[in-house]
């Protein structure tokens, strides 16, 4: 099991950056494919990105595809969101989350393991 909190939200305005950070408890972190989704008011919770146990493989929703970059650090139970070129549609609650599998990583029934989330809120 892994309990997981997220930082690094706040308000920035349009064409800003900001990092997101995920703090992973438990000896098995770095076990597990961790993956970073989004949820705007009114809107289902959708995929952002993921990345493999092994930091090498990650993978991208093309809406953020360019822009993000997802790292982890396994020595340090923790997993960052670089966002660039922020747009006022990336507005939302980003949540991060572990799962087992990489086979289907862009599929949040897939994740068993969820952060309480942080906000993003980019101005126009």
């Known amino acids: 099991q892994v309990q997981l909190a997220e930082s690094g939200g706040g308000l920035v305005q349009a064409g800003g950056s900001l990092r997101l950070s995920c703090a992973g408890s438990?000896?098995?972190?770095?076990?597990?494919?961790m993956g970073w989704f989004r949820q705007a008011p009114g809107k289902e919770r959708e995929f952002v990105s993921a990345?493999?146990?092994?930091?090498?493989?990650?993978y991208y929703a093309d809406s953020v595809k360019g822009r993000f970059t997802i790292s982890r650090d396994n020595a340090k139970n923790t997993v960052y969101l670089f966002m660039n070129s922020l747009k006022p549609e990336d507005t939302a609650i980003y949540y991060c989350?572990?799962?087992?599998?990489?086979?289907?990583?862009?599929?949040?029934?897939?994740?068993?393991?969820w952060g309480q989330g942080t906000q993003v809120t980019v101005s126009s």
């Open positions: 990345v493999r146990w092994n930091g090498v493989n990650t």
């Open positions: 989350a572990a799962a087992t599998n990489w086979g289907d990583r862009g599929d949040r029934l897939e994740y068993a393991y």
């Open positions: 438990g000896r098995t972190f770095s076990s597990y494919a």
